[in-house]
């Protein structure tokens, strides 16, 4: 049971480049979340996805966009990357199952725009 | 910005030692969770308490929450090496379809002296 997978692990961008980071879960989660994480900072929310077929904006959406795939991927692009992108990147699901709302996370994605 | 407030932001002290942190948050909440960071790797959900709860214990880890005073303690007895870690506070406001907006606190950096 791998959980919640993302790739890529690390990625260099220079300014103005795309790229889209990979997220899926395998945990029949109906809820999907990217956030980013700031060096000593807690996470923010970017974007986030109840079910399948629907995306909502988090904290911080400027500058992304997302497609929920389907029930298991969830994909954040960034169209034209800036150095304020450089940040490590976290998926996570969560079920509403027996009202725990706990949320799973990847392993992340260390992104650096130069 | 932020919801929580966390503090220390570091914190070091000696394997069997009991670690005390706190989180302060501005609205009203739905529940409270706690997460741990190990460096370098996602988060992983230790505990949630609701916002109708004030104590709640799992192993060595109490949580309590004061919603009067819109702060909450994470409590780490008898600590181990292994607890060495980033903790964060996050807390639920909304629950949109089951889909629940984490807002983070910047977090606390605990480091456990063999």
């Known amino acids: 049971n791998a959980g919640v997978t993302q790739t890529p692990k690390f990625q260099v961008l220079k300014t103005g480049q795309s790229m889209t980071l990979q997220c899926a879960q395998d945990m029949n989660h109906n809820s999907m979340y990217w956030y980013r994480q700031d060096p000593g900072m807690g996470l923010r929310l970017i974007y986030y996805?109840?079910?399948?077929?629907?995306?909502d904006k988090g904290e911080v959406p400027n500058g992304y966009n997302v497609s929920r795939l389907n029930k298991r991927e969830f994909s954040l692009r960034l169209e034209s990357a800036a150095p304020s992108q450089t940040s490590v990147y976290f998926c996570a699901s969560s079920s509403e199952i027996l009202a725990k709302n706990i949320q799973y996370f990847g392993a992340g994605t260390r992104l650096s725009v130069l | 910005s932020q919801q929580g407030e966390e503090d220390p932001q570091a914190l070091s002290i000696q394997e069997g030692e009991n670690a005390t942190m706190n989180c302060s948050y501005k609205?009203?909440?739905?529940?409270l969770q706690w997460y741990r960071q190990n460096s370098g790797r996602g988060l992983v959900h230790l505990i949630l308490i609701r916002s109708n709860e004030r104590e709640k214990h799992s192993g060595r880890l109490r949580v309590t929450l004061d919603t009067s005073k819109k702060s909450s303690s994470l409590l780490i007895t008898a600590s181990r090496a292994a607890d060495t870690a980033s903790y964060f506070c996050?807390?639920?406001?909304?629950?949109?379809?089951?889909?629940?907006?984490?807002?983070f606190g910047q977090g606390t950096r605990l480091t456990i002296n063999p």
């Open positions: 609205t009203s909440i739905n529940n």
């Open positions: 996050a807390t639920v406001s909304l629950i949109i379809q089951g889909a629940q907006k984490l807002v």
């Open positions: 996805s109840a079910s399948e077929g629907t995306t």
